[in-house]
C-alpha cells in the first residue's frame, strides 16, 4: 500500500472545519494512501509510526482541493476565432453564435469541447457542469457529443450536463421533447432561460411539474441583464414556493437584481432563502457584457461590475458558487476554465477581501454542494487526494501574483499537466 505525505500544507479552514467563516489558513499534513486522504493532522502532530515512502513538502504553500466549475458552456467553447462578437453585446453573442451552430458537428463540437476540458485538467479542475443548448435539430448532436465526452473523462473530471432552452418551450406541444432528451442523455437536471412575459407564472408551474414528475432539479439562466424591470429570480423563487417544489433550484447570473432599488432586491433575496435556491455568480462573462451601449465605438466606461448581489446574500445565508461560464466564444472572449482566475476577479471585483474562505468555497465547497459531489465538499478522510498547490503562503502572496503557476496533485502525486496549444484548434477554422 503506497503511502505519501503532504508536509506543511496551509489549507482555508472552512475546507476541513465546517465553518464558512474562517478567514485564516491552518497548517496541516496529510497522509494519502493509495490516492486516498487516510490521515489528517495539523503539521508536526502526524506520528511517524504510520510511516510513508515519500513526501510533498508544501513548505507553508496553500493547497485546495480540486477545483469545481459548476457553470460552463463546453457547447460553445473556442469558436471565437471562427464566430467573434465585434460589438460584444449580449444579443450580438446570441445571433453569431446561432449563425455559427451550422459548424457544431460532432466531431468538431467534440474536438473543441475535448481541446476545453484539457485546459480544466491543466489547471486542477475535478467537476464540471456544462450546459447544452436545447432547441434544434442539433440538441441530439450537441448531448451524445457531450456524453461520450463525460465518458472519455470518467475518473479524471466528472462531468454534469444540463439542458437549456427557453423556458417557454417546455410549454409547447413538443415540450416533452425538451425532457426526453436530456434525460436519455443522463442530464443531471433541467435548464432553460425564463423570460419576463404575461404567461412567466405558467411557464414554471409547467417546468416545476415536468421536473418533479422526472425526479430531477433545475438550473437556469436568470435576469442575465441591467434591466431594473427583469425580476425573473424572483418569480422563480415564488413557483417554488407555490408548487412546493422538493428539488435542488440553482440559478444563475441574476445580474438586474445589482441595480434595482434595495427594498425590492432585498424582497426578492427573502423569497430565494425561504425557497432553498442556490445562486452562481458568472463574474467574468457578466463584467465583460453587463453595460455595454452601441455604438462599440462610443468610448462608454461602464457603470456597474455586471455582478449580482453576492454580499448580501452571503450575509443572509444564500448558498453563491461562482463559475466560469463561457470560454473564448461570443459571450466571452476570453478564459480558459480556470476556476482560480474566476475566484481571484471576483475577489477584486466583488470585494471579497473579508471573506477569503468564502470566495475559496464558492469554486470548491459550496459548487460541489449545487452539483450534489460528496467527494469534492471538503477535505477529509477517505476522499480522493486530489489538490491544487500554491508557492504562494497567503492570501496576500498569492492574490499578488495571481499568474504563478500551481502543482497538480491527482491521487497524492504530482501531475502538472500541459496545456494544450491553441494551434491544435487551427483545423476546425480552416
Known sequence: MAKTLIRDARIPGQLV??????????????????????????????????????????????LFPAWVDSHVHLDKSHTWNRAPNPNHTFQDALETLGADKANWTEEEMYARADF?????????VGAIRTHVDTWGAESEISFATLSRLREAW????????????????????????????????????LGGMPLINPELDKQLDRLLAMASEAGVGIDLHVD????????????VAEAVLRNQFEYPVTCGHCCSLAVQPWEEAQRTLELVKQAGIRIITLPLCNLYLQDR??????????HWRGITLVQE????????????????DAFYAYGDLNPFEVMVQLIRIGHLDTQYSNAAAMVGLAAADIMGLEKHRRIK???????????????????????QKPQIIRGGHISNPELPDYRELDSLFS
Not at 39 to 60: H, K, V
Not at 167 to 172: I, P
Not at 316 to 324: L, R, Y
Not at 398 to 403: M, N, V, Y
Request: a negative charge; proline letters at 5%; charged letters at 20%.
Open 313 to 328: 446574500m452571503l450575509a443572509m445565508g444564500i448558498p453563491v458558487a461562482a463559475a466560469s461560464d463561457n470560454v473564448r
Open 17 to 62: 472545519i465546517q465553518d464558512y467563516q474562517i478567514n485564516g489558513l491552518i497548517s496541516f499534513d496529510l497522509l494519502i494512501e493509495d490516492g486516498l486522504v487516510s490521515s489528517i493532522a495539523q503539521t508536526g502532530e502526524q506520528p511517524n509510526t504510520l510511516g510513508w515512502e515519500s513526501e510533498i513538502d508544501c513548505r507553508g504553500g496553500m
Open 224 to 235: 442575465e441583464s441591467g434591466d431594473p424591470g427583469a425580476a425573473c429570480l424572483k418569480a
Open 116 to 124: 476545453t476540458m484539457r485546459c480544466a485538467w491543466a489547471h486542477g
Open 381 to 403: 478522510t477517505g476522499t480522493q487526494a486530489d489538490f491544487v498547490l500554491f508557492q504562494a503562503r497567503d492570501w496576500s502572496e498569492l492574490l499578488s501574483r495571481p499568474s
Open 154 to 189: 470518467k475518473g479524471k473530471i466528472e462531468l454534469q450536463l444540463v439542458s437549456l432552452c427557453g423556458v417557454d418551450q417546455y410549454s409547447e406541444p413538443n415540450g416533452q421533447e425538451f425532457v426526453d432528451i436530456p434525460l436519455k442523455y443522463g442530464a443531471t437536471c
Open 293 to 302: 451601449r452601441l455604438p462599440a465605438e462610443s468610448r462608454h466606461t461602464p
